[in-house]
């Protein structure tokens, strides 16, 4: 195979985080005095990191604005707090995800995964689903100054893995997984079952979609 990198995202890509997430979100909303939302819409909140989805998760708004800095920090600390009390209980690893780590591991590749989850969350998560090892760099959501979109924890991930951007192939449900990789001059696969900000895998700008982590790594053997 033509990549010596694989770089995986890990909301609703590796991991179904969903419905702990969405318990989180609903304690802190009701700590905050406020009416539970649907889990469905607080998936489309998921994908720009946890300051994002407390922040879009108290106005009930994709376009959140900032809310009064007294009422963030509550939400943040409200929504750590619950976080860290059910992270990985209702999780699952998503099918797939372990026959082609075990692919591209047999392939020799070097392997990280960009989140724009905090490490507090990230680390945790992948001990208790026993895919740490797979991983030689780990690059949350607060690792570097940006998140994804912007391409500097892929280039990051890279710079840990020494391998050049061109050798790279980044595997993500999300445009913002799509951007980040493309503005890095990496190659990047989406898979369809993931969260994508509410929007269809369709619309992003990526080389390929694949239906899972074991389908990606019959695509990048076949470059
Ligand atoms: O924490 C998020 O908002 C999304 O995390 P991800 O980058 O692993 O999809
Ligand atoms: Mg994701």
New binding site residues.
């Given amino acids: 195979m033509r990549f010596d990198a694989i770089l995986f995202?890990?909301?609703?890509?590796l991991l179904d985080t969903i419905p702990d997430l969405a318990n989180a979100a609903n304690a802190m909303r009701e700590e905050l005095g406020l009416a539970p939302l649907p889990q469905a819409t607080l998936a489309t909140y998921?994908?720009?990191?946890?300051p994002?989805?407390v922040q879009r998760t108290l106005a009930n708004n994709p376009a959140a604005t900032v809310p009064d800095p007294a009422q963030m920090a509550r939400g943040l600390e409200s929504f750590g707090r619950h976080y860290h009390a059910v992270n990985g209980d209702a999780a699952t690893l998503y099918p797939g995800v372990l026959d082609g780590l075990a692919a591209f591991a047999r392939a020799g590749v070097k392997m990280a995964?960009?989140?724009?989850?905090?490490t507090e969350f990230?680390v945790p998560l992948l001990e208790r689903f026993d895919i740490a090892s797979y991983f030689s760099g780990v690059v949350c959501?607060d690792t570097c100054e940006e998140?994804?979109p912007d391409p500097m924890p892929m280039l990051h991930a890279c710079e840990l893995l020494d391998v050049p951007p061109s050798k790279a192939l980044a595997i993500?449900?999300?445009v913002?997984?799509a951007l980040a990789a493309k503005a890095a001059g990496i190659t990047v696969l989406a898979v369809p079952y993931?969260?994508n900000e509410g929007m269809d895998v369709r619309t992003l700008e990526v080389d390929d979609i694949v239906t899972s982590i074991a389908q990606a790594a019959q695509w990048a053997a076949r470059q």
């Fill in positions: 995202d890990l909301d609703g890509t998921v994908g720009k990191g946890t994002n989805l995964v960009v989140t724009n989850k905090p990230t959501g998140k994804k993500g449900d999300s913002n997984d993931g969260y």
